[in-house]
């Protein structure tokens, strides 16, 4: 029995490419090996992808990024009131 997609349901979104011809040629043989369609190997090479991301949290560190930048406006904006316009 097949698990359920723990997704199912969820919004989906495209994702597109160009290859060159030798490329999509050793792709296919590459999918016709492992016994797949190409929809299912791209989900696959891109859930690996995500799995093995260096920073595995990348909505945590835009977020904290975001944070960041913000503070710095801030800090900007208060030099600029004081009449302190530092390169900041």
Same mark, same amino acid.
């Given at each position: 029995?097949?698990?359920? &997609?723990?997704l199912?349901? $969820? $919004?989906?979104?495209?994702?597109?490419? %160009? /290859?060159?011809?030798? $490329?999509? =040629?050793?792709?296919?043989? /590459?999918?016709?090996?492992e &016994?797949?369609? =190409?929809?299912?190997?791209?989900? #696959?090479?891109?859930?690996? #992808?995500? +799995?093995?991301?260096?920073n595995?949290?990348?909505?945590? !560190?835009? %977020?904290?990024?975001? *944070? %960041?930048? *913000?503070? !710095? /406006? +801030?800090? +900007?904006? +208060?030099? *600029?009131?004081?009449? #302190?316009t530092? &390169? =900041?």
């Amino acid at each position: 029995m097949k698990e359920k &997609n723990s997704l199912r349901g $969820e $919004e989906r979104r495209v994702i597109s490419t %160009k /290859l060159y011809r030798p $490329e999509f =040629v050793n792709f296919m043989k /590459l999918c016709e090996d492992e &016994n797949k369609s =190409v929809h299912a190997k791209l989900r #696959e090479m891109i859930k690996d #992808e995500i +799995k093995y991301y260096p920073n595995k949290d990348i909505f945590t !560190k835009k %977020k904290e990024d975001q *944070e %960041k930048s *913000e503070e !710095k /406006l +801030k800090q +900007k904006f +208060k030099l *600029e009131i004081k009449g #302190e316009t530092e &390169n =900041v």
